[in-house]
């Protein structure tokens, strides 16, 4: 099992079941930027690479989510309430491959809530596994505050920050969404060259 947290300022840092490294290139990726990570297999597979991708950016889609899961404010122990949601859940989670990520609210030092959401997510983790996932289909990603509502003016009206997201990751390798590095909305796709003639084009780095 591996764990993974964003970047507070200019590091990533991958906590595993061994010795913590750092992936060269993730480091100094953002959540919405689209930049930072090129290699999409950083979970271990390129399910978990494109899910996790897909979640940094901002862009997890709603199908490919299973279950969320809320948390009370300043928690991280899964509730009885939302134990129910992660047993209605269960059995498909039983059968694919999941990204589990976790998210706070914008209230608390950045530092904080980056470790906040990844115990979140550990803690939905844990109560799946007990349920009979296999542990080593399963990864966690930290997102912190990065995607909260900014303009959350008390407690009450950041409730829905403080979660985490079940993701099938394998819906990413299914043909149901489009890469998260591919071009954004809006633009045209380049013209695709004779077969019979050269094709040389412009190869963008991811």
Do not use: H
Request: aromatic letters at 6%; charged letters at 20%; a neutral charge.
């Amino acid at each position: 099992m591996k764990r993974f947290t964003l970047p507070l300022l200019a590091a990533a840092f991958l906590v595993g079941c061994g010795p913590s490294r750092m992936p060269t290139d993730y480091a100094g990726s953002t959540a919405g930027s689209g930049t930072g990570a090129t290699d999409l297999n950083l979970l271990g597979s390129s399910a978990a690479g494109a899910a996790a991708q897909a979640a940094r950016d901002g862009i997890i889609p709603p199908e490919a989510i299973l279950v969320t899961v809320q948390f009370d404010f300043d928690q991280y122990t899964v509730s009885a309430s939302e134990r129910t949601k992660l047993d209605a859940a269960a059995g498909k989670a039983k059968a694919t491959k999941l990204l589990i990520v976790g998210y706070t609210d914008q209230f608390g030092t950045e530092e904080y809530n980056l470790g906040l959401s990844d115990k979140r997510a550990q803690s939905v983790r844990d109560y799946l596994v007990k349920l009979g996932c296999n542990p080593a289909d399963s990864e966690v990603l930290g997102l912190g505050e990065q995607q909260a509502d900014k303009s959350a003016a008390g407690r009450q009206s950041g409730a829905k920050d403080r979660k985490a997201v079940v993701v099938d990751a394998n819906y990413f390798t299914r043909g149901g969404a489009a890469a998260p590095s591919a071009p954004a909305a809006g633009k045209a796709a380049p013209a695709k060259a004779p077969v019979s003639g050269p094709a040389p084009g412009p190869v963008t780095a991811l």
